[in-house]
């Protein structure tokens, strides 16, 4: 790689680290204080929503197995407190918040994977349709984003939930509260987050598609492609879902099966990728396996239903994490000197290893981890990972294609030299057809004796004097046998007194050069040399 290019990667890999991490903080660079409920109900009295939001944790009041409106079920005797029960596939739940007086502001991805939720009495909205039964049940999800006001400075949600599409019954808490400028900007900031990272991944895709154009035997920026396409389409499909937002006619399991489909692609399209960019790493019958589990599980994600699914991701994701360690591993043992641009698609293939487990641990672990928001990180590391794939394929494509330009004018100029010779061979079989008696003709060898030149295919040999000399004895003297010393003195015109390297240097220069008429000189030890057609 050239120092210009080295200087200009030193300068764009620190700015995309910067522009993701910008981008990711804002989804993150929101101050929010967990607050345990007591008995079911949360007490936000004390907090100063000036300074951070609220996040409703702990146990909840619910009614197992009975979707009920906020009437019945102030009107049931027996309620639960505690978290619904894994498993449960539907249950109406309250949630009791002691606020203070004004305008407080609510927002949550909706739980489970149908839901209907009240606030104060009133009907907000619907997430698809929760039901008692999975045939009536009608899947969905979406953000509920509203404002509400203490009602004898109590604020009562009620939400009806149930889940025939998840191995993971929500716990219905971990609704976000703030003011109302706060958390319109917090979602704002969301929002913007999804859609720089979509677009982000949608230019990328646009760039590599146009490398691809550029240089379709560079295969690697197609891979590239289509991977910033899916998982551009993967970010409109997580978090606040904005490709279903855009696109309300798309089903929710739609949506569910692309979140899906993009690991086993992300397996594939790399292992693609990686095997052209390092030729020989990759071993024949991992790239055969890596090929096999991809081809396999975009079968199941494309065919099973979301509860199996989501029963089977795990693995899926560990799967994708060893195929990428080993890729890293081959990639250490085998790339003893690597160049900087190696270095850089390496460097981003551990980033996206670091977003793959992220990602993992945020849709296994989420009661552990949810704190820290590792969905957010996951998406712009990969974000992070294709800005440094293209930065990368593009000085690769761009010297490719400089080499290709070299190859066709080097063609070309062959091309050119091959029709002058065969014009110079055409004018020479004339002129040896209209004066045979001057030249000696030995097939595609044909020997100018007036001229002293030689040529091969009409292609002039560049012979010295001498060189024509010994070669004009012995072809036409084909076949007989010639001492070293008659050769010498015919040629030198004196004796040969011992000095036989300035023969022997002649003989040799000229094997080389008629070895590609089909003829060649021999010699017989203690005898001479002889001309003979091999």
Not at 51 to 74: N, Q
Not at 76 to 83: A, L, R, V
Not at 104 to 131: K, M, Q, T, W
Not at 383 to 392: E, H, I, L, P, R
Request: charged share 15%; net charge neutral; aromatic share 12%.
């Amino acid at each position: 790689m050239k120092l210009k290019e080295k200087r200009i990667l030193i300068i764009i890999l620190p700015l995309i680290m910067l522009i993701c991490f910008l981008a990711w903080q804002l989804k993150v660079n929101f101050p929010m204080i967990d607050i345990e409920s007591s008995g079911g109900v949360w007490d936000v009295r004390d907090i100063d929503f000036s300074l951070s939001g609220a996040k409703l944790i702990g146990d909840i009041e619910y009614v197992a197995y009975e979707l009920l409106t906020p009437e019945e079920f102030a009107s049931k005797e027996h309620i639960s407190i505690g978290k619904i029960p894994g498993g449960t596939n539907y249950s109406t739940c309250r949630i009791n918040i002691l606020a203070p007086e004004g305008n407080h502001a609510f927002s949550r991805i909706a739980p489970d994977y149908a839901s209907r939720v009240f606030v104060n009495g009133e009907l907000l909205g619907n997430a698809g349709e929760p039901s008692d039964s999975k045939e009536t049940a009608v899947l969905g999800e979406r953000l509920y984003y509203f404002t509400a006001q203490p009602v004898n400075g109590i604020i009562e949600i009620v939400v009806q939930s149930s889940n025939y599409a998840h191995r993971d019954t929500s716990s219905q808490v971990g609704w976000q509260m703030n003011s109302e400028n706060e958390m319109s900007r917090w979602v704002m900031g969301y929002t913007a987050s999804s859609v720089l990272a979509m677009g982000f991944l949608l230019l990328l895709f646009i760039v590599h598609m146009l490398l691809f154009l550029s240089l379709p035997s560079y295969r690697a920026n197609l891979w590239l492609a289509l991977l910033c396409f899916i998982w551009a389409l993967r970010v409109g499909c997580t978090g606040f879902k904005i490709l279903l937002a855009l696109l309300p006619i798309m089903p929710w399991t739609a949506a569910f099966r692309i979140e899906y489909l993009t690991i086993p692609a992300t397996i594939l399209l790399l292992t693609l990728a990686y095997h052209q960019l390092f030729p020989g790493v990759l071993q024949k019958g991992f790239r055969i396996a890596a090929w096999c589990a991809s081809y396999a599980l975009v079968a199941l994600y494309l065919f099973t239903d979301t509860l199996f699914m989501s029963r089977t991701i795990l693995y899926t994701e560990i799967i994708a994490i060893l195929a990428i360690v080993y890729v890293l591993v081959q990639l250490a043992m085998k790339l003893r000197k690597p160049n900087t641009e190696q270095r850089v698609i390496i460097f981003g293939l551990g980033v996206v290893f670091l977003g793959l487990i992220t990602d993992t641990l945020f849709y296994n672990l989420y009661s552990v981890t949810n704190t820290i928001m590792l969905a957010p990180v996951a998406e712009y590391v990969f974000v992070a990972f294709s800005m440094f794939q293209m930065t990368a394929l593009f000085f690769g494509t761009m010297r490719e294609i400089a080499a290709a330009k070299e190859r066709e004018q080097a063609l070309v100029a062959e091309n050119a030299a091959l029709m002058i010779q065969t014009e110079r061979a055409q004018e020479l079989l004339q002129r040896v057809e209209s004066s045979p008696e001057q030249f000696l003709s030995l097939g595609p060898l044909i020997l100018d004796i007036v001229s002293l030149q030689a040529f091969i295919d009409g292609a002039d040999l560049q012979l010295r004097q001498k060189e024509f000399s010994v070669l004009h004895l012995l072809a036409q003297n084909e076949g007989e046998t010639m001492s070293a010393e008659f050769l010498y003195e015919k040629v030198w015109g004196q004796p040969m007194i011992g000095n036989k390297s300035a023969l022997q240097s002649i003989i040799s220069r000229l094997r080389k050069k008629i070895e590609h008429a089909g003829y060649n000189i021999s010699v017989k030890r203690g005898e001479g040399y002889y001309f003979e057609k091999n």
